[in-house]
Antibody
Framework: QLQLQQSGPGLVKPSETLSLTCTVS??????????WGWIRQPPGKGLEWIGC???????YYNPSLRSRVTISVDTSKSQFSLELSSVTAADMAMYYCATIQLWFRSVDYWGQGTLVTVSS | QSALTQPASVSGSPGQSITISCTGT?????????VSWYQQHPGKAPKVMIY???KRPSGVSNRFSGSKSDNTASLTISGLQAEDEADYYC??????????FGGGTKLTVL
C-alpha cells in the first residue's frame, strides 16, 4: 500500500517561498504508472490542482500558478517537492501531495495534508 | 482554466437516489473519458469513488456509479446512507494536459 508523508513549515511569510516535501513509501517513485502531484484546498473552498512531476523530471503545471511553481523529484530519496514563490494570503490552504494516474485518470493516494498559513 | 460546474448542494433521504452533475467543455469532459469523482468528509483527504467515467476502485460500494453525456458527467448514489453525507468533487483531464476540478457539491442526507 503506497503511502505519502508530507513535511514542511505550516507558516510562511508574505512574499516568501512556500516549500513542502512528500516522501513516498510502500511503492516506487520510479513507477511508470503515476505522476507525483500537489493539490491545495483553501479553508471552506474547493480543490485546486497545482501541478505534478513524472519520475523522469517532466512537469505539468496549472496555468494560473505556472509562473510561481516548481515541482521536482529526487528519486534517490523517494521524495518530490513543491515550491511556490511570492506567496500571499490567497495561497493560504491545506496542501496535499498525491499520486495521479497517467492521463490524469484518477488521484489515487493522498498525503495527510499540511495547513499553510501566510502571515508575518 | 475555469473550474468544472457542479451544483453547490444536493439532498436526499435515506434509501433514495441522488445524482450530481458536472459540466465542462469539449476540451475536458467532452473530449476524454478521464472523469473522476471524489468524496471528502470534513477534516479528511478526498477519496476517489469513480474514475474513467464509470469505473469503481476496489472497495468502493456499487451504490456509486458514474456516467457521461457530451460535456456533462454525472455521479449517482443509490440507496443513500447517512455515511454518504460529504462533499463531492468531479475532475477531468484537459486538452492542455492539466487536471481540472469541479467547484464541489455538498450532499446532505436528510
Amino acid at each position: 500500500q503506497l503511502q505519502l508523508q508530507q513535511s514542511g513549515p505550516g507558516l510562511v511569510k508574505p512574499s516568501e517561498t512556500l516549500s513542502l516535501t512528500c516522501t513516498v513509501s510502500g511503492g516506487s517513485i520510479t513507477s511508470s504508472s503515476y505522476y507525483w502531484g500537489w493539490i491545495r484546498q483553501p479553508p471552506g473552498k474547493g480543490l485546486e490542482w497545482i501541478g505534478c512531476v513524472y519520475h523522469t523530471g517532466g512537469t505539468y503545471y496549472n496555468p494560473s500558478l505556472r509562473s510561481r511553481v516548481t515541482i521536482s523529484v529526487d528519486t534517490s530519496k523517494s521524495q518530490f517537492s513543491l515550491e511556490l514563490s511570492s506567496v500571499t494570503a490567497a495561497d493560504m490552504a491545506m496542501y496535499y501531495c498525491a499520486t495521479i494516474q497517467l492521463w490524469f485518470r484518477s488521484v489515487d493516494y493522498w498525503g495527510q495534508g499540511t495547513l499553510v498559513t501566510v502571515s508575518s | 482554466q475555469s473550474a468544472l460546474t457542479q451544483p453547490a448542494s444536493v439532498s436526499g433521504s435515506p434509501g433514495q437516489s441522488i445524482t450530481i452533475s458536472c459540466t465542462g467543455t469539449s476540451s475536458d469532459i467532452g473530449g476524454y473519458n478521464y472523469v473522476s469523482w471524489y468524496q471528502q468528509h470534513p477534516g479528511k483527504a478526498p477519496k476517489v469513488m469513480i474514475y474513467d467515467v464509470i469505473k469503481r476502485p476496489s472497495g468502493v460500494s456499487n451504490r456509486f456509479s458514474g456516467s457521461k453525456s457530451d460535456n456533462t458527467a454525472s455521479l449517482t448514489i443509490s440507496g443513500l446512507q447517512a455515511e454518504d453525507e460529504a462533499d463531492y468533487y468531479c475532475a477531468s483531464h484537459t486538452s492542455s494536459s492539466t487536471l481540472i476540478f469541479g467547484g464541489g457539491t455538498k450532499l446532505t442526507v436528510l
